[in-house]
């Protein structure tokens, strides 16, 4: 059931962005930019508030279903509401205690919201449930240097880009790495 539900929020997004592309293509000099972007921006919207919509009516219809409760908290980091996403991946994070994406993402929440002792106790733990996990010690990093701890936040970014620093987490621990020497 939740693959059809999220290949039918795929499809709803793709719909609107084809609609909207296709509606475009009446009289285009009659559209500056800025029209184009707000529509473009309502579409997107629209798909999102689509999204949650979805993702609630999971979660109630399955209050366990920590997978629903990580989707709806990634939908609201997305758009911003932080606070709301750090609720729902709290929720998903109690349900699957080892979901290092969802903590990984819960401890980014709270450095965005000005949490930074929540943030590193998060992500600290992300480090313990899965070591080998990259992009959580790229984040501890981050948590780190907020707090203006840049011992801690280089340990963290050295870490990260030891594992594999050709990959795209490992360059943006290195570019950190040089630019807090």
């Not at 999971?58 to 908290?73: H, T």
């Not at 080998?132 to 050295?158: D, T």
Request: glycine content about 8%; cysteine-free; charged content about 30%.
């Amino acid at each position: 059931m939740s693959k059809k539900i999220i290949i039918l929020v795929i499809l709803l997004i793709i719909g609107l962005g084809a609609g909207y592309y296709f509606g475009m293509g009446k009289k285009p000099e009659d559209r500056s930019r800025k029209t184009e972007a707000e529509a473009s921006g309502k579409n997107q919207q629209a798909a999102m508030d689509e999204a949650i919509k979805v993702f609630k009516e999971r979660i109630a219809a399955d209050p366990k279903d920590a997978e629903a409760a990580g989707r709806l908290a990634d939908i609201y980091f997305e758009s911003g509401k932080f606070e709301e996403a750090i609720s729902e991946y709290k929720k998903a994070v109690k349900l699957n205690p080892k979901d290092i994406d969802s903590i990984n993402d819960l401890g980014l929440a709270y450095i965005y919201v000005g949490k930074m002792d929540d943030a590193v106790s998060e992500l600290t733990k992300g480090t313990k449930i899965d070591p080998m996990y990259q992009r959580v010690w790229l984040s501890l990093g981050f948590a780190y240097i907020s707090k203006n701890n840049k011992i801690e936040a280089r340990k963290a970014w050295q870490r990260a880009a030891a594992m594999d620093p050709a990959s795209p987490i490992g360059k943006e621990a290195n570019k950190f790495l040089e630019r807090f020497k």
